[in-house]
């Protein structure tokens, strides 16, 4: 199962898109450094507070970024499918986790080691190319997040959870209706009325708990309607 896992591990890495800049020495050794984490469904993966060994990739399964406020209360603010990396800005700044990384199913992550991360940030442009996009594309997760939670109606949020802006790498998002009320923050029943909605305008199909999209320009346009309501 490791070896199953290890072979899983170097694929990904093969898909990265900095990954064939480098010489055949450093991608050994990326293959054979990264470090494999196995977690199952509501384990908590990574702590908040702990110090930040390295960069992270969802190898498969799917987990949510949480914070837990003073009174207890938690907030998750993202969820990270399989082929998508995380942390970057907490392995960049080199302080705690701010947040703890919670697996939402069985879920398998990388870590790239931070003196590799480091030594690929220094030495290599495709890398740094690519994590300066990443990074982009988190700070507009972040300000779309906080602008939904304050203004945006529950139509919106569900919306803005399923569109591209999160789910870069696949359009059969595969998330069922208590997964998108964990990350979004809203009730199941709440979720489940926006996504009839949805699905009754073609922009979704929802089998067997799961939903796809179907449509989506008309996801971008339900979008645009519902921040200008």
């Known amino acids: ?9 170097r694929n990904f890495l093969a898909t990265q898109p900095w990954y064939a800049a480098l010489d055949g020495t450093l991608q050994s050794q990326l293959a054979e450094q990264v470090e494999l984490l196995d977690a199952a469904k509501g384990d908590t993966v990574l702590g908040a507070g702990e110090p930040v060994q390295g960069w992270y990739a969802v190898l ?3 987990v949510k970024l949480q914070t837990e406020a003073a009174d207890g209360r938690r907030s998750a603010f993202i969820g990270v499918p399989e082929g998508e990396w995380f942390g970057e800005g907490s392995v960049l700044k080199a302080e705690l ?3 703890a990384v919670v697996a939402l199913r069985d879920s398998c992550l990388l870590c ?7 030594r690929l940030q220094h030495d290599n442009l495709r890398f740094n190319q690519y994590l300066v996009q990443h990074l982009n594309m988190r700070l507009g997760q972040a300000m779309a997040l906080i602008e939904a939670g304050r203004l945006r109606a529950p139509e919106h949020r569900v919306a803005l959870y399923l ?10 998002v595969y998330l069922t209706q208590e997964e998108i009320g964990t990350l979004v923050g809203l009730s ?19 089998e067997l708990g799961r939903v796809s999209i179907v449509d989506d320009g008309a996801l971008s346009a339900f979008l645009a309607e519902s921040a200008a309501a």
Do not use: E
């Not at 199962?1 to 591990?9: E, H, I, K, V």
């Not at 569109?163 to 059969?172: E, G, H, K, N, Q």
């Open 1 to 9: 199962m490791l070896g199953d896992t290890r072979l899983l591990a």
């Open 60 to 62: 498969s399964g799917l």
């Open 97 to 99: 986790r701010r947040y």
């Open 112 to 118: 790239l080691p931070r003196p590799l991360f480091a």
């Open 163 to 172: 569109s591209r802006l999160f789910w870069r790498s696949t359009r059969r």
């Open 188 to 206: 199941r029943q709440t979720v489940n009325r926006v996504l009839h909605q949805l699905a009754g305008r073609g922009i979704v199909s929802i």
